[in-house]
């Protein structure tokens, strides 16, 4: 099994450096996918700015978001977020937390992120919010116990997004692919949504049309993924 | 006629570069350009993202916007559009289908698409706005069947671009470069009304302004594809 | 004089470029630099994209902006505009016309450039409105006349900066250098300008200030001058 | 000594490139580190655009801010800043003066710049703001003598930024890895800001969630700094 291990962790640092380079990801954030053969399993990368993860720098974690093997490499603090998430929702398999200029400002103002554009139906008919202050009180806001997790989690809920208050937004996925899509549709339609909000009140598709416009071909997923890669392919070339 | 249609294919694929690298397109819209002897075809790339987008992935198709010869490749699930406005469009040569980020935000708020420098005369006086939600209801926002490119051209009528709400633009030329000039400018031009309008009311063209802006000379539209070939050139090389 | 003369041009085609790259010029917008020995001539390019001007493309005009030399390539259809300020201006020896897109708002909405910032000081007190409009009534909104260039430079008066309704901006200098540092000092201050006015009043530069802060040193223009080269140096090798 | 002052001086230009190709510095601007023998010295480059500095332009100062060397090359009009606050905080050992364009709102408009994000938190809780009119009255804008720089000092007490009315920002930092990522994360919290501030009122960090988020441990700093120093290597190879 070794070489389709090697192809996932391939992948996932495709992921990370396309989410980079389209301008999700910065320093900071990171990407994980479910082991294919054990849901009890995740691949995560060392703590590392996602523009330079290459596939060397993913390890396999359990659904504590511990390493299965031990380590002395630097974690990610966050990484609890994986776990918890893979632990509350089975049909999930690849998860992006991220801090993107785009979502940003639904999570600092008080803006609703909807769908506006066919391919933003990516984001769902419902964005819940969470909110560390809530539950936690007074916190450094990051996410790192098992308790914060799991209440990330169940405010997450069957939604495709979550946002955080004050943080960024974690995206989940059924895989790799949808996931990416994912999470730069959203970031493109937030950002549209922004641009239009400037100048008042901005129309929005029902819930009847995003249900219609989210079921994508995978002609739709493939063509933007062989889009990505393309540009990334060219900026390290 | 094979070296004639080799440099129609080569020109159309230059023109979908272009409108990538100036921001008109990113991984979806489309470009097509009509036979030059035979008005009842027209020019379009396979399924695939503009920016790359060769020669040898044009297509030849009628005016039912099927390809002319079989073929086992993906296809734009939205290339009706060209069909149905080169039936209706005799004057028409050149089309594109795009969702720039500079004209959503007249597709979402209540925002009028006007002329407001001497370049943005090629937008025209009028610029409608289609809505596939009054004729079709509740769809995913896709235009894929005859009708409802039939009606898009309808609400386009003799205009030189149609504002799709919720979805984008698609606009119109007597030739690929004026298509491609009316692309990057339409966006420009409104991009500076964005502006604008930030700081409140702007001012803009007259019509008889826009009749005497608009009718440009043959160095201005040379100038300018002079000068998106080269910067095409200096990201490519 | 042939080697002055080529340096000249040299200078002239670096000024072009610089402008370009740092978003001042796109497809359109020129610069023009007085004959060091012959006051009533002047070096601007022949009809092109400021990023693709070469010493080479460089001819000499007299001030009715009329080529020294008979010469059959397309030229500049508002070159009026230096010829024009040439004649009212002695103390003028370079000039750019341009459309950035960080001047535009000031031209559509009704705001006014002021000096927000120390190097902003380059601005001037008093920036005058030229309105096409008032004098000539419905135009195309080129300045191809030799009385609309007059009527320009009048409005400019004794000014560094003259804004043109829905048009753009012409801005004059002492030499080349303080031109290019006028054209984007200006640009990046009139950015500030709109960056801060979108939360309400901001604060700007007495006159008093600006007059003070309007003297730079020559190591000022200097380290920006070498900056902007080095920046185009790297992005043409 | 000499190897280790070779170091110092390559740790200052690698500092300054990144602050400029991550957009805090640009033609303008300044970075100096105490040095690490002699708290009655520092390091600053020659008057150059940041984006140029190499090792061999670093030169020594004392805390008048005077050359420890003979010099012929032009100096920084402003380096009274950096000897300034070496004077007035024994805890600095890093500062940087900088113009950049997410802090100039605040410095224009009606605006307090606040923690809205877990890394904003290196803001501090407390961001004074130095007007020169104040004491000064009408002056050039450029902190040069002595005064100005003691003014300034008093201003920053013991915060982490002093922003500069008119004019721009002093960052310190105990380190220059802590000065990096403070230039940078306060530029991008201040960025996050702007962009909620367009739609209303925004949510912002408490003194104690601020005090809990700025404990960043190493490995976050570390993971940020090689992020920055590979996005320079990847640019200038």
Not at 6 to 24: C, F, M, P, Q, Y
């Amino acid at each position: 099994m070794a070489s389709e291990s090697e192809s996932i962790r391939a992948s996932l640092a495709t992921a990370n450096r396309i989410l980079a380079h389209e301008g999700v990801l910065d320093a900071f954030g990171h990407v994980s996918i479910r082991h294919p053969h054990d849901p009890a399993r995740f691949f995560l990368a060392r703590s590392l700015a996602p523009e330079l993860v290459t596939a060397d720098d993913v390890l396999e974690f359990d659904l504590n978001s511990q390493p299965v093997e031990p380590c002395s490499v630097a974690l990610y603090s966050e990484r609890v977020i994986h776990g918890g998430i893979y632990q509350a929702r089975p049909d999930v398999n690849a998860i992006c937390h991220h801090h993107a200029s785009s979502i940003l400002p639904f999570c600092l103002a008080a803006l609703e992120l909807r769908v506006v554009t066919q391919l933003g139906a990516t984001i769902g008919t419902r964005v819940p919010m969470w909110d560390q202050r809530d539950e936690f009180g007074a916190t450094n806001h990051l996410v790192v116990r098992a308790d914060e997790a799991t209440s990330l989690a169940k405010c997450l809920g069957n939604a495709s997004i979550v946002l955080m208050k004050r943080h960024g937004a974690t995206v989940v996925g059924a895989d790799l692919r949808e996931l990416v899509f994912r999470c730069i549709y959203s970031c493109r339609d937030a950002d549209l949504q922004l641009r239009g909000l400037a100048y008042g009140a901005i129309d929005s598709f029902t819930d009847k049309e995003i249900e219609l416009a989210a079921k994508f071909p995978d002609a739709t997923l493939t063509r933007a993924w062989n889009y990505w890669c393309s540009r990334l392919q060219s900026k390290e070339s």
